[in-house]
């Protein structure tokens, strides 16, 4: 439930709230929800219809894209609308928004703000930093979201591991003669380990294409996925980092690569 | 080219694998000497240490006792790096399969040896790889990789990574094994080719009678010793 101010210049203002819906909204019981929402509230045409929140009915004015919510829909509608709904009195509220003259002014606003006993006070950034990690480490979401990642890290790195791990193994007798031939064993080394890094920059490259895709995907049924440059920096340096542990561990082959194996 | 400059001499060389009761002699108190540009062919059943004694003489398997002196060197008085340095200079080696990398054409398997065994750079590499994969028949072969070639046309790839180095020995453990006799005899005659050409000292190991006309001299081995040396053609 966001309950915002709907002048031209509030601060917090939600973008995707055009000057008409705020218009609409500024009628007491009418709430603006995510078009991607209509299923699973049981609704089809969403404009004018009526639900009932907690038990009050309110009426639904107008649709935004792009905001769907991760465990229940976002409601979006007045502060007054919003007070009762969430059965609180006048002159009682969640968050005040507050914006400095001068910006580089906010850490210390902050900081004086929180000596007050009965409230906490963040920056943008601070409060930013604090909903993400909220929502990553104490929500059930979040939480799965991070095994999923884990377990594909996980199951990542065995599969590339043990891939390399066989293709070493496989070209032993090969290796082998190159030894007998006197040829050093880090020349080998070096090649497992440039394969190493080219089965990783393929990987890369492959993933490229699917990852934008799929962002894309989620754009379409309404969640926008951020693809900053330093996730998909860091994500290439993972998994770089990722092949060339494998190659390392595929190294481990080589060293049964005797040239006494070709003797019978 | 055909010195009569020794070039490898084994002196009582022994092996055994196993402790205890499976204890088990491969090979006992062999001596023997190689010669300059000498094809030599090492014969005895199987089993009766061969490929153990080819092993000790070509400094990859470490004999329990007796010497192998190449070029005045005692080779297993060499510490490792020494030793792998000698065989990179001196020594090339074809074995039974054909041990080719499966992703890599002919000429790069050839090329490999030289980029990385004689720090050679990638356009010399490939030049000497195609020039000898072209005297062993294989030029319009050189872009190809294992997969889409012939069996005689692998073991000449490998007889070509062997002899690129233009090494002073090769070794040869059972080269012709895999192969029928057309193609085998055409290994053998490559092989002695470069002892002509090159004064290569080659030591094949095999159980087939029918590379003997071949040989300068044939050393019979059996349970693991030396019953008689033949020199066929005097030296
Ligand atoms: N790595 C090894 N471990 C144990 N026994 C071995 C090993 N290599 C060879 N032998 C034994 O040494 C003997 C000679 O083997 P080998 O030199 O391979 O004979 P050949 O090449 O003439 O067939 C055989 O009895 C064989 O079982
Ligand atoms: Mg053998």
New interface residues.
């Given amino acids: 439930m966001i309950g915002c101010r709907l002048g031209d210049d509030s601060l917090g203002a939600i973008s995707e709230l055009t000057s008409e819906l705020r218009a609409k909204l500024t009628e007491p019981g009418t709430i603006v929800i995510d078009e991607s929402e209509l299923g699973r509230l049981g609704l089809t045409n969403g404009i004018d219809e009526t639900v009932e929140i907690g038990g009050q009915r309110v009426r639904i004015v107008g649709l935004v894209r792009g905001l769907k919510g991760i465990a229940a829909p976002y409601v979006f509608c007045s502060v007054r609308t919003a007070r009762p709904l969430l059965r609180m009195a006048e002159n009682q509220t969640t968050f005040l928004l507050a914006r400095c003259d001068n910006p580089k002014l906010a850490d210390a606003a902050a900081r004086r703000l929180k000596a007050y006993s009965d409230m906490s006070a963040y920056t943008a950034r601070e409060f930013s930093l604090r909903s993400r990690m909220h929502w990553l480490t104490k929500t059930k979401a979040g939480i799965a979201l991070g095994y999923t990642a884990l377990l594909g890290l996980l199951v990542g790195g065995v599969v590339t591991s043990q891939t390399l791990y066989a293709a070493t193994a496989?070209?032993l007798?090969?290796y082998?003669?190159?030894r007998?031939?006197?040829?050093?064993r880090w020349?080998m080394s070096a090649m497992v380990l440039a394969q190493s890094f080219w089965v990783g920059l393929a990987g890369n490259l492959l993933a490229v294409g699917p990852a934008f895709f799929f962002a894309w995907v989620a754009d379409v049924v309404g969640v926008k996925v951020m693809l900053p440059g330093w996730l998909l920096a860091a994500s290439l340096g993972i998994t770089m980092f990722m092949a060339m542990i494998s190659g390392l561990a595929a190294l481990r082959s080589l060293r049964l690569s005797e040239?006494?194996i070709?003797?019978? | 080219m055909n010195g009569s400059e020794t070039t490898l001499r084994a002196r009582n060389v022994s092996r055994s694998f196993g402790t205890g009761a499976t204890r088990t002699t491969a090979v006992a108190g062999v001596s023997l000497e190689l010669r300059r540009g000498q094809f030599a062919l090492l014969m005895g059943p199987s089993g009766s240490g061969k490929s153990t004694l080819l092993a000790m003489l070509s400094g990859l398997l470490r004999p329990d006792e007796g010497h192998v002196e190449v070029f005045g060197q005692h080779l297993w008085s060499l510490s490792e790096v020494e030793r792998e340095r000698f065989r990179r200079k001196h020594f090339g080696f074809i074995f039974q399969g054909f041990n080719l990398f499966p992703a890599l054409t002919a000429s790069q398997q050839v090329e490999l040896v030289l980029r990385w065994g004689s720090a050679l750079g990638r356009h010399e590499s490939r030049r000497r790889a195609n020039q000898i994969l072209s005297r062993l028949g294989l030029a319009d072969r050189a872009d190809l990789r294992p997969a889409q070639l012939s069996g005689g046309e692998k073991q000449r790839v490998a007889i070509g990574r062997a002899l690129v180095k233009q090494p002073a020995f090769v070794f040869a453990d059972e080269p012709t094994s895999a192969l029928d006799w057309k193609h085998g005899a055409s290994v053998i005659e490559l092989l002695t080719q470069a002892t002509r050409e090159q004064g290569t000292t080659v030591l094949v190991v095999s159980h087939d009678p029918r590379i003997e006309p071949y040989a300068d001299q044939v050393f019979q081995l059996e349970d693991g010793r030396l019953t008689c040396k033949t020199a066929l053609t005097p030296t």
Wanted: proline share 11%.
């Fill in positions: 496989a070209s007798r090969e082998a003669v190159l007998a031939l006197g040829i050093p020349r040239p006494a070709l003797l019978r």
